[in-house]
């Protein structure tokens, strides 16, 4: 079978992997004030980092409509066997829903909700591309993808809680006291959900260190095959104590570092990072 892998912009996979693959991406809205954009096209992490520093409001996220969902699929279901598209999890965002609609005219056609964002959901569609080499039958590759996205252990530690604030996610008085106690929160992707696992305290540096031994220490269930390092603008000394800890607790054979988009951009801020990798079957 030829199948084509589809996923929103929200798997924050790099440019080369895209490539690589030949992946085809359906970018999110971004909504800066008044002004609509789309993720990664017309707006970066960058540009929303600089909006905010300048004093403007909280960017936003939008899902896109079943027509544009209706329009990628269009693209590939007439030229290939069959079309995955991997969406972010759908407590996220109404993508999944609408891509679930526009999907009813395609037979060929089969949506995937990662329960995940960033490379949670990047590591989906990786193995979806992995999958698809040897696939023969639609739906048995769909129940595989199903079955892979329960073993997706995605987490986060924020160095600042402005972004958390200005969304709502976080009180001011909250922010306040973890600036106080140097307190850095563990964000974990539960069950489709954002929940807060661990806070850690002290410089960053020695946060994301202990927050990389808490992950992988003393794991013998993980696949070794592949980890991402993934954050928003970080320090190098903060990105090297990943990269020490990533070595010595983990014996991974492909460790990728990408740049999250804007969807973590916009809700966490600058100086968020995070180890995403997969646990065996």
């Not at 960017?59 to 027509?67: D, E, K, L, S």
């Not at 909700?113 to 193995?127: A, M």
């Not at 739906?139 to 079955?147: P, Y």
Request: charged letters at 25%; glycine letters at 8%; one cysteine or more.
């Amino acid at each position: 079978m030829r199948v084509k892998i589809i996923s929103d912009s929200t798997c924050d996979l790099s440019l080369e992997q895209i490539a690589e693959h030949q992946i085809g991406i359906v970018p999110l809205i971004v909504m800066k004030g008044n002004q609509e954009f789309l993720d990664g096209i017309t707006i970066t992490p960058a540009d929303i980092f600089a909006h905010v520093a300048a004093g403007g409001s909280l960017c936003t996220t939008a899902a896109r409509g079943v027509a544009v969902y209706q329009e990628e699929f269009a693209k590939y279901a007439g030229e290939y066997d069959g079309v995955i598209h991997v969406n972010i999890g759908s407590d996220f965002s109404s993508s999944y829903q609408n891509a679930c609609i526009a999907a009813e005219d395609f037979e060929n056609v089969r949506v995937i909700d990662s329960k995940n964002l960033s490379t949670g959901q990047g590591l989906v569609v990786l193995k979806a591309c992995e999958l698809a080499q040897t696939a023969k039958d639609m739906d048995e590759l769909k129940q595989q993808l199903d079955d892979f996205v329960s073993r997706v252990e995605a987490s986060f530690v924020l160095d600042r809680l402005e972004y958390m604030v200005k969304g709502g996610r976080c009180s001011g008085a909250a922010a306040l006291g973890a600036n106080l106690l140097s307190l850095k929160p563990c964000i974990e992707v539960k069950d489709g959900k954002m929940v807060v696992v661990k806070k850690y305290r002290g410089h960053i540096e020695k946060c994301m260190a202990a927050y990389v031994k808490d992950r992988l220490s003393d794991r013998d269930g993980l696949d070794q095959d592949r980890i991402f390092i993934t954050h928003t603008d970080v320090s190098k000394e903060s990105l090297e104590a990943v990269r020490s800890g990533v070595a010595q607790y983990g014996n991974f054979k492909n460790v990728y570092e990408t740049v999250a988009g804007c969807t973590v951009s916009c809700h966490c801020g600058p100086g968020t990072m995070g180890i995403l990798f997969v646990r065996k079957a």
